[in-house]
């Protein structure tokens, strides 16, 4: 069975206090920021570059032992069946110098910003509602 190992992760801007949601068009889904790790890169780099890429938000860092956690699930790609491993970093947003990207475009994004209770209800996965349920816990602990 292929494995599919993927990062990415939830924006969050520590004025504002607010998350980052990009809206996937084509399917009228609230999702978190993802994709595959390119040949050489690390998860936390794959996991940068992919929320740069999706958001459109260049001045960001990843929080320091910033993982969220991660998500595993099978799945059927081209009528095999697949694993994925997905994991989901803190990334903080330090200037908002927003430039559309040919991802955005390419894959038919858009994003908002949500305050965590907004976020939580737009999610469409279970398992990103208790990703960003962990955001609120790490933001409060951590004093981002």
Do not use: C
């Not at 894959?107 to 469409?124: M, R, S, T, V, Y």
């Amino acid at each position: 069975m292929k494995t599919h190992v993927t990062a990415g992760g939830v924006l969050y801007d520590p004025r504002q206090q607010k998350v980052y949601l990009i809206y996937k068009k084509e399917r009228d889904e609230w999702l978190l920021p993802k994709g595959h790790i390119e040949g050489g890169e690390g998860i936390e780099e794959a996991a940068l570059r992919e929320i740069k890429e999706e958001t459109g938000y260049n001045g960001i860092e990843l929080v320091k032992d910033g993982l969220l956690g991660k998500t595993e699930f099978e799945f059927e790609l081209n009528g095999e069946k697949a694993f994925k491993v997905i994991y989901y970093y803190l990334a903080k947003l330090l200037e908002a110098d927003f430039r559309e990207t040919k991802e955005r475009n390419t894959e038919g994004l858009e994003g908002k910003w949500f305050n965590l209770p907004e976020a939580i209800e737009k999610a469409k996965h279970e398992d990103t509602k208790k990703l960003l349920e962990k955001v609120g816990l790490f933001i409060n602990r951590s004093k981002l």
